[in-house]
């Protein structure tokens, strides 16, 4: 069986967290990118040549995307023949969190939900742990802003809801959004599972998108249909009018119960920041 250091799973999420405030993934890069080069909208161009800009400058000078850095999310696949040895992983995590937040100086947003005073360490964290096969462990981060976690949303339908009734809510949800959520968006999706399980069914769709892309036929069906709907309707970058609204989504179809139709849509602005490692 193969120890790992609890330590060392928090020094990976730190720097995980770093990386991804300031530096876009590849795939990401590429989706703004061809955005470009197929906006007709001259306003929608430029906006995109803005944020274009703004990548470059901030993986350069190793600054934030976006000044709202978010409340990190983290996600744990941990193999069943991993020994976990040192500090207990969960304050590991909250040290790792703290630890990036500061030295990198990225603004903690973290509040009492009442008072709302400032925590000033962003904890606590939302952690999600899953144990798979092996002995590795895998580490999925997602930093998300206010703004587009405010326009996320979980629809409880009746079961006997169509597709086209689906999709409606789906569309509405995200054309809703509007600037509040800093378009062109990634859309992550789930369309099944319980009130508790189709939110993180719908980020995990989010990380595929980056990633892995295992999409079935059935859920890449239903994208294109999606996709199509949101680029049509002339909102635009930052809703300055143009033809890309959304850069990709991610759909996960998943069972339910005989009685419910659970919707999970989960926004993400332009500034798209995941992170995955592997020890």
Same mark, same amino acid.
């Given at each position: 069986?193969?120890? &790992?250091?609890?330590?060392k799973?928090?020094?990976?999420? %730190?720097?995980?967290?770093?990386?991804?405030?300031?530096?876009?993934?590849?795939? &990401?890069?590429?989706?703004?990118?061809?955005?470009?080069?197929?906006? +007709?909208?001259?306003?929608?161009?430029?906006?995109?040549?803005?944020?274009?800009?703004?990548?470059?400058?901030?993986?350069?000078?190793?600054?934030?995307?976006?000044?709202?850095?978010?409340?990190?999310?983290?996600?744990? @696949?941990i193999?069943?023949?991993?020994?976990? &040895?040192g500090?207990?992983?969960?304050?590991?995590?909250?040290? %790792?969190?703290?630890?990036?937040f500061?030295e990198?100086?990225?603004?903690?947003?973290?509040? $009492?939900?009442l008072?709302?005073?400032?925590?000033?360490?962003?904890? +606590?964290? #939302?952690? @999600?742990?899953?144990? %798979?096969?092996?002995?590795? &462990?895998l !580490?999925?981060?997602l930093?998300?802003?206010?703004?587009?976690?405010?326009?996320?949303?979980?629809?409880?339908? +009746?079961?006997?809801?169509?597709?086209?009734e689906?999709?409606?809510?789906?569309?509405d949800?995200v054309? #809703?959004?509007?600037p509040? %959520?800093?378009?062109?968006?990634?859309?992550?999706?789930?369309?099944?599972?319980?009130?508790?399980?189709?939110?993180?069914?719908?980020?995990?769709?989010?990380w595929?998108? !980056?990633?892995?892309?295992?999409?079935?036929?059935?859920?890449?069906?239903?994208?294109?249909?999606?996709?199509? #709907?949101?680029?049509?309707?002339g909102i635009? +970058?930052?809703?300055?009018?143009?033809?890309?609204? !959304?850069?990709?989504?991610?759909?996960?179809?998943?069972?339910?119960h005989?009685?419910s139709?659970?919707?999970?849509?989960?926004?993400?602005? $332009? #500034?798209?920041?995941?992170?995955r490692?592997?020890?």
């Amino acid at each position: 069986m193969r120890s &790992v250091e609890t330590y060392k799973i928090g020094e990976l999420i %730190a720097l995980l967290i770093i990386e991804s405030a300031t530096k876009l993934p590849p795939k &990401v890069m590429e989706d703004l990118k061809r955005a470009f080069s197929q906006e +007709p909208s001259a306003q929608g161009r430029r906006v995109l040549s803005i944020l274009l800009d703004n990548t470059k400058i901030a993986e350069k000078e190793k600054l934030p995307l976006c000044q709202d850095t978010g409340l990190p999310q983290i996600q744990l @696949e941990i193999g069943q023949d991993i020994s976990l &040895v040192g500090e207990p992983l969960y304050q590991e995590v909250k040290k %790792a969190v703290k630890r990036a937040f500061i030295e990198a100086n990225l603004r903690r947003s973290g509040c $009492h939900p009442l008072t709302r005073v400032n925590l000033k360490d962003n904890i +606590p964290i #939302s952690l @999600e742990t899953k144990i %798979a096969p092996g002995d590795r &462990v895998l !580490v999925r981060t997602l930093s998300k802003g206010g703004g587009c976690d405010n326009r996320s949303k979980l629809i409880n339908l +009746p079961p006997t809801a169509s597709l086209e009734e689906i999709q409606a809510n789906i569309i509405d949800t995200v054309l #809703s959004a509007g600037p509040d %959520a800093c378009p062109p968006f990634y859309v992550g999706i789930c369309i099944g599972g319980t009130f508790e399980s189709a939110p993180r069914y719908a980020r995990q769709a989010l990380w595929e998108l !980056v990633w892995d892309n295992n999409f079935s036929s059935e859920e890449n069906e239903i994208k294109a249909f999606l996709l199509e #709907s949101f680029n049509a309707s002339g909102i635009g +970058p930052m809703c300055v009018g143009g033809r890309v609204t !959304v850069l990709d989504v991610g759909i996960k179809i998943v069972p339910t119960h005989i009685a419910s139709l659970p919707i999970a849509i989960n926004l993400c602005c $332009h #500034s798209f920041r995941p992170g995955r490692g592997l020890l």
